[in-house]
């Protein structure tokens, strides 16, 4: 009688445990939102602006953690290889996701199959930029000296292959100019340099720059958007004298391939949440981020076409990395 009932129990928990009785509701600890990127860069900025409110509306909490390193690849490949279970997230921005695949032999993911697209947030234009007392106040001011002395006038970026070394890629064609690409391990080394005059110009994203811009620490000089940005409206457009030089960074929340459908419907409805509170919403605005909303299925197929895009314009530039 003893080992019937001890079976009893046996499979009794075993039952319980099958119809999920007794899994905890999600999510039962923190959550991780890994950055690819350095610290202050264009998702840094977001992520640490809307981490409150995503962790309230989970009900819970949500960490950002910046992992940099080969362009973003090294954070992406951790979010690829991590548990499917929606604790680890991955908050990126096009030029890891869909310039990476291009740019590397070999960038340790595949940013189709590999992720499930949550929730696009926003997208924000880059900024060509150099120090107050600069000669270089315009646009046109730095293509006449190009022009005048070719291969002499360098431009910083946030690194090879990045979406602001490809924008100086595309104004040297379309121009028929000349400038020196020198890269940085992200946009605020990039900046500093630029800021103390070792390097004359950069191309930094509007989010990563406008602090600058509005205390009258750099100077603005043309935006790589079709449109000027609503957040300095003051500022020409590259397309305005170049048409086809247009680069926009675009900002979206991934999870790895295999997490419960139900947990990403949690994620995206408290994304929802975030995204429709007024005070995100002007906060993320006031960085110079164009909140246009893009359902996840055209998340993935935005995704697609720009992974087409970017590889004919880093065939283009000739940039390759191992």
């Known amino acids: ?34 950055v690819p990127q350095a610290a202050g860069g264009t998702n840094d900025i977001v992520a640490r602006l809307i981490a409150p409110a995503f962790g309230e509306a989970l009900d819970g909490s949500v960490v950002v953690e910046n992992k940099p390193g080969a362009g973003g690849n090294i954070g992406t490949q951790g979010v690829a290889r991590s548990a499917k279970d929606g604790y680890t997230l991955l908050l990126t921005i096009n030029s890891a996701q869909a310039i990476n695949p ?72 379309s121009a028929g100019i000349e400038m020196q690409h020198i890269p940085y391990k992200g946009v605020a080394p990039a900046i500093n340099d630029v800021l103390g005059g070792q390097v004359p110009l950069a191309f930094a994203s509007l989010p990563s720059a406008l602090n600058y811009i509005k205390a009258g620490k750099l100077q603005a000089l043309a935006i790589s958007s079709a449109k000027r940005s609503s957040a300095a409206p003051e500022i020409p457009t590259i397309a305005e004298t170049y048409p086809d030089c247009v680069g926009e960074v675009w900002v979206a929340l991934f999870a790895p391939a295999g997490v419960n459908s139900e947990v990403v419907k949690k994620i995206q409805a408290a994304m929802s949440k975030v995204m429709s509170r007024a005070d995100v919403r002007e906060k993320l605005s006031a960085q110079g981020l164009e909140l246009n909303p893009v359902p996840p299925a055209k998340l993935g197929a935005l995704l697609k076409e720009e992974l087409v895009k970017w590889a004919k314009i880093v065939k283009a530039s000739g940039a390759q990395l191992d």
């Open 1 to 34: 009688m003893k080992k019937v009932v001890i079976q009893f129990g046996f499979f009794l928990i075993a039952g319980c445990a099958s119809m999920g009785l007794f899994a905890q509701p999600y999510p039962s600890k923190p959550v991780s939102m890994v």
């Open 102 to 173: 291009s740019l590397y032999k070999n960038p340790g993911f595949d940013p189709v199959n590999d992720f499930i697209p949550l929730y696009y947030i926003g997208a924000t234009p880059y900024v060509l930029v150099s120090p107050p007392g600069s000669p270089y106040k315009t646009l046109a001011d730095v293509i006449a000296a190009a022009k005048k002395r070719p291969g002499e006038l360098s431009y910083a970026s946030a690194g090879n292959g990045t979406i602001s070394h490809l924008l100086g890629a595309m104004l040297n064609t």
